[in-house]
């Protein structure tokens, strides 16, 4: 099982990126799919999240900025982040999981420059 994400890149403060990520082998419809952000110097931390039957949550300092969304149909999860900030720098890693089972891809970077 691996999951592809994409998207990253550099952009300047107040831009929009949006990432996407796609597993293989996994049916994205059985499990609550997350994007985490691994920031320099920090521990890999949630940022967002939808839960199988759609409900999302996100962490604070992204609330009314990004937004994830997930269509099963396609077997993918987006994270749309707009007016980003130099604090959202970091990787970013998506993620599968449903109860004891986490699957990750290699994730993608996102540097936001002041």
């Known amino acids: 099982v691996q999951l592809q994400a994409s998207g990253g890149g550099l952009v300047q403060a107040g831009g929009s990126l949006t990432l996407s990520c796609t597993g293989h082998?996994?049916?994205?419809?059985?499990?609550?799919l997350a994007w985490y952000r691994q920031a320099p110097g920090e521990q890999c931390a949630l940022v967002a999240q939808?839960?199988?039957?759609?409900?999302?949550t996100y962490a604070d300092s992204v609330k009314g900025r990004f937004t994830i969304s997930r269509n099963n149909a396609e077997n993918t999860v987006h994270l749309q982040m707009n007016n980003l900030k130099p604090e959202d720098t970091g990787h970013y890693y998506c993620?599968?999981?449903?109860?004891?089972?986490?699957?990750w891809g290699k994730g993608t970077q996102v540097t936001v420059s002041s």
């Open positions: 939808t839960s199988r039957d759609g409900t999302t």
């Open positions: 082998k996994l049916l994205f419809a059985r499990y609550h």
């Open positions: 993620n599968a999981n449903l109860m004891r089972t986490n699957y």
